[in-house]
């Protein structure tokens, strides 16, 4: 099968920008798209630059975006992305380009190490051999601990792509592989660190980064994770914690506070930010522009018809996760 290949060139030395060149290439059955690469550059353009090493979807090296979105080069048949005899290779999004294909990683690297990835035991206990963790407890671990750090998950980060000091879902992962790991002894530190501003409460549920990810990482499956975990050790202290607080009390009510089965838009606003004078300020300007645009939610929040069943909805739902939490 002959297809043409759109792939990125760019030589930050020389190029202003980067340009898509064709080559055409005759792809082999059962070729992988790192193959095909290949094909370009050991019998077509030697320059042709990108990384990879294992061949094997294991090293992370050779992630690069086909057709618009993240993808391991060695795990994916060619024959897959071939669209009406073509297809587009472009490198990773969210980060500075060095070279065609390849990619400067220091932000993605950056951004990880802010969340300290690596154990910090209690020095204080001794242990006769090693700390032994439970098969129970490994597994709260086992799925971020298969992150290879491809970089695909931060290349399609919607947040990341308006705002580069958000963590970014690969090193959310890494925290809770840790936040998780029964042998740490900084829990709480990390859950604090994780609550403020930049952290776990600014992803907006994309599901870019899971449905990207090659192995069973699935960052935002580990961000919900985070989340319940900071909520429910009651560092609730923060817009992202309030903010789903809120919508929760607004639909089915919490802690005998009654919810009126719909999304009160009046009390959801106020209770996201708290009992701060800077907060209930910073609401005013987009209050007045709704108002003045009659886009303003009723004052009296409405009551919906079969409220008892919503409520009953969410009591079993609470019943359920204590059951779960034994
Ligand atoms: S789900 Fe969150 S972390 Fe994942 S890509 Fe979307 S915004 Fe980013
Ligand atoms: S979480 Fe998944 S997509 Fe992100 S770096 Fe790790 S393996 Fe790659
Ligand atoms: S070359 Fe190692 S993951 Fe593709």
Known sequence: MGAKFFVSRYNSEVDAKAHLQEFTVVVPK??????????????????????????????GSCAVRVNGHARLACKTQAADVIVDGE?????????????DLIVDLEPFWE?????KPWLVPDETKKFDR?????????????AASTCIMCGSCYSDCNVLNVDKMFLGPASLAKAQRFVFDTRDSEKEARLDFLSQVNGMWDCTHCAECSTRCPTEAKPLERIIELRQEAVNSGFTNNNGARHVLGFRESIGGFKGKGGG????????????????????LSLLPVGIRMIMRGKNPPMIPHIIDK?????????????YRKEGEK
């Open 30 to 59: 059962g070729a992988t798209l790192l193959d095909c690469l290949n094909i370009i550059k050991w019998e077509q353009d030697g320059t042709f630059s990108f990384r990879m090493s294992c061949r094997s979807a294991i090293c």
């Open 307 to 319: 409220i008892g069943e919503v409520r009953k909805m969410f009591r079993r739902f609470d019943e």
């Open 130 to 142: 090693e700390r032994l963790q439970s098969h129970h407890d490994q597994l709260k671990i086992d």
């Open 261 to 280: 089965g719909m999304l009160n838009e009046n009390y959801l606003p106020l209770r996201s930010v708290g009992l701060s004078l800077g907060g209930m």
């Open 111 to 115: 951004s990880l190490e802010r969340v």
């Open 87 to 99: 297809v587009t290779i472009e490198p990773l999004g969210n980060l500075p380009v060095i070279r």
